[in-house]
């Protein structure tokens, strides 16, 4: 089977594609699929479209709540200058279940401008939002896929990892310096979910740090509206990611552990075929990387939301079992994934809205954790709310997130232990948000540990 990662890999060795045709066909992709877009999204919001608006607005600041209860107000589904879009929390769940959906958006044109993307993309790097990953294929490939992964990604497994993940939690405490301003970001939130996912792929200590920077570089590359500059480095990123995936694909081939990475490699579909070797990467990329760009969030947006409760903190502190109950509130009032697309692929009906094929939902999954249906009072932070695990922040239908059960494990051990530990713990000046709009969290965090 030709994927495109497969012919994106190849784009590099491609005879005929020298230095002059790959600079050409990262130029188009830039241009198609930021420059052009990220002007025409930038003209809308000014003549104010919300869509547009609360894409703009979502750069580098705080989520744009009121922008979302706006969309809202106007409708279970909204028709935007740019999509459809919903923030409305019956409508998100009825989209992401539609069998008249794919995962995935492309902003392709017809005709000419189709050919000159599908051009530019023979030498795009591997890509988590591009087949073959499983964010970007459906049934019946996605099924098989899925059935795989979840094979060797148990409930179970994810229970056994909660010692480690804690001894990981705590030798990072151990390791914060005392009586100074420590970046909590950086020293903690970021460096344990990748250790947790580096030890479930079999990824060794020592290259931990070097995956991390593959991760942070290719972060923004779920955003659309990069500069030049910044697309290069993400483009170099993953190039790097995928290269050193093949690497230790071959490793895991040659000496197979006990590993999920191992496990992949030998597992067989029902018809009893292995995983092709674009697969395996993109899979294993895609938990690799899902595994700790999104975790970190959570654990920095429960920081920082904790800090602004902080009786609730107190409250989670004197009562261990309200902890499960701080990540779900977390997870609700500032998911690590802002929103997520689907392409419409026949004529159908949302929200008894007509939605001709070729359409494209934009489904607002922060806007819809703040549905005032579901949600009483819905800006309210409350750790003890009953109805908080409603939340659509690992998605929902096919492609509900394969690690939600490891994020929330994370999440709270990584929580329990900061605080149990810092129960005096402050948050000083100078907390900064991450420039990307659809992964939210924090950049910096710097803190006292009292
Ligand atoms: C707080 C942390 C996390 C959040 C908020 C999150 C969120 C999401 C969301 C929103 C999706 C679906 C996107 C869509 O419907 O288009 C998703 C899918 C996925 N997530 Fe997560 N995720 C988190 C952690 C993890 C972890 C720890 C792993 C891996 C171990 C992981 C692996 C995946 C995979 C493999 C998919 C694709 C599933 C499919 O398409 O069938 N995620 N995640």
């Known amino acids: 089977m030709t994927t495109t990662s497969d012919s994106a890999r190849a784009g590099a060795a491609t005879p005929g594609v020298g230095r002059l045709g790959r600079g050409a066909r990262f130029a188009t992709r830039w241009g198609l699929g930021h420059a052009v877009p990220w002007t025409a999204i930038r003209a809308q919001a000014r003549g104010g479209d919300l869509h547009a608006a609360a894409l703009v607005r979502s750069t580098g600041s705080e989520t744009p709540v009121g922008l ?16 459809f879009i919903t923030a409305h929390h019956a409508t998100v769940k009825e989209v992401l279940a539609s069998p008249d959906v794919r995962a995935g958006v492309e902003l392709r ?38 059935r795989l992964v ?40 970021a460096r344990l979910p990748v250790r947790v996912i580096c030890e479930i792929l079999g990824v060794p200590e020592s290259e931990t740090e070097m995956v991390r920077g593959f991760g942070a570089g290719a972060a923004p590359s779920l955003d659309v509206g990069l500069g030049v500059t910044e697309l290069a480095r993400v483009e170099r990123s993953l190039r790097d990611f995928d ?49 700790f760009e999104t975790t970190v969030n959570l654990i920095g947006n429960g920081i920082a939301l904790l800090e602004r409760h902080r009786d609730q903190r107190s ?33 159908t009906q949302i929200a008894s809205v007509r939605v001709p094929r070729g359409s494209v939902v934009t489904v607002l999954l922060a806007g819809a954790n703040r549905d005032p249906d579901v949600f009483p009072d819905p800006h309210r932070f409350d750790i003890t709310r009953a109805e908080a695990h409603e939340h659509v922040s690992f998605s929902a239908g096919r492609h509900y997130c394969l690690g939600a059960a490891l994020a929330r494990m994370e999440g709270r051990v990584a929580l329990q232990r900061l605080h149990e530990r810092h129960p005096d713990l402050r948050l000083l000046p100078g907390a900064e948000r991450r420039p990307t709009r659809i992964l939210r969290g924090y950049r910096t965090l710097p803190a006292s540990l009292g």
């Open 315 to 347: 409250r989670a502190l004197d009562d261990d079992s309200l902890w499960g109950g701080v990540v779900e509130e977390v997870l609700r009032y500032d998911p690590p994934v802002l929103l997520t697309g689907r392409t419409v692929v026949r004529d």
């Open 150 to 189: 979840t094979r060797v990604f148990t409930a179970r497994a994810v229970q056994r990892l909660e010692t480690r993940t804690e001894e990981i939690a705590d030798r990072l405490l151990d390791d914060l310096p005392q009586g100074e301003p420590v970046d909590l970001v950086e020293r903690y939130c």
């Open 68 to 83: 979302f209860d706006e969309i809202r107000a106007s409708g279970p589904l909204h028709r935007s200058r740019l999509s």
């Open 109 to 146: 044109g017809q005709g000419a401008l189709g050919r000159m993307s599908d051009w530019a993309q023979t030498t795009a790097p591997m890509s988590p939002i591009r087949p073959p990953s499983l964010l970007a294929i459906e049934p019946p490939d996605h099924t098989r896929l899925r």
């Open 243 to 291: 290269a050193w995936l093949t690497q230790h694909l071959a490793r895991a081939r040659r000496r197979p552990g006990e590993d999920l990475f191992s496990q992949l490699a030998v597992a067989r579909d029902d018809e009893g075929a292995l995983l092709t070797d674009a697969e395996l990467k993109n899979t294993a990329g895609l938990v690799l990387a899902a595994g």
